[in-house]
């Protein structure tokens, strides 16, 4: 099993920008579908942006331009660079790798925007 460790979380106030940051435990391959998710307290998961197996990055329509994916494949990495965050950005964030036979989930980071 891949172990994902998320960092970068925490407080900020709205117009904020915060980076989240996924380290993989094993190389990460460009095949690899890679995606950053978040869950509300009380709601379901929703996928905040994606990274396809042929590179191409989608992202949740909600985004509006504020976020950016990334991976590095040389550190295991897959970072979500978050600008002009809302108090509605407020959940708890997982990272997501999924190599086709395998999925794997981060524990999942707070972040919390203040109004």
């Known amino acids: 099993q891949v172990q994902l460790v998320e960092s970068g979380g925490g407080l900020v106030q709205a117009g904020g920008s915060l980076r989240l940051s996924c380290a993989a435990s094993?190389?990460?391959?460009?095949?690899?579908?890679l995606s950053w998710h978040r869950q509300p307290t009380g709601k379901q998961r929703d996928v905040v942006a994606i990274?396809?197996?042929?590179?191409?990055?989608i992202y949740g329509a909600f985004v509006r331009g504020r976020f950016t994916l990334s991976r590095d494949l040389a550190k295991n990495t897959v970072d979500l660079q978050m600008n002009n965050l809302r108090p509605e950005d407020t959940a708890v964030h997982y990272c997501?790798?999924?190599?086709?036979?395998?999925?794997?989930w981060g524990q999942g980071i707070q972040v919390t925007v203040s109004s």
């Open positions: 997501n790798i999924n190599s086709g036979w395998r999925v794997d």
């Open positions: 094993e190389p990460i391959s460009k095949t690899d579908i």
């Open positions: 990274i396809t197996s042929s590179g191409d990055k």
